[in-house]
């Protein structure tokens, strides 16, 4: 099992920014995926960016540009530094956990609102 805690959303205005962590804890294997997932209201859950345990990382393109990710592996823990933040960037961040191995399942967070205010 592993537990994953959020920390950092709010209330921004639009071009603000927010910072995002995420803690995991618990079986954390050590190649794994970490990342950040929004689910905005009526919609999908949809990927923002995800970063591996050996440092590539995807964004979404709606992000490219403007969200940054980063993890502290000596901490499991993952960052989503945002920045130039759109009203439509509004919705429930995920954090997600996924470990490379046969049987593995997806592990999520809460998740913490994040609003920005046009």
């Known amino acids: 099992q592993v537990q994953l805690v959020e920390s950092g959303g709010g209330l921004v205005q639009a071009g603000g920014s927010l910072r995002l962590s995420c803690a995991a804890s618990?079986?954390?294997?050590?190649?794994?995926?970490m990342g950040w997932y929004r689910q905005a209201p009526g919609k999908q859950r949809e990927l923002v960016a995800i970063a591996s345990s050996g440092g590539s990382t995807t964004y979404a393109d709606s992000v490219k540009g403007r969200f940054t990710i980063s993890r502290d592996n000596a901490k499991d823990m993952v960052y989503l530094q945002m920045n130039s933040l759109k009203p439509e960037d509004t919705a429930v961040y995920y954090c997600?956990?996924?470990?490379?191995?046969?049987?593995?399942?997806?592990?999520w967070g809460q998740g913490t609102q994040v609003t920005v205010s046009s």
């Open positions: 618990g079986n954390i294997f050590s190649l794994n995926a």
């Open positions: 997600n956990y996924y470990a490379f191995k046969v049987g593995s399942v997806n592990y």
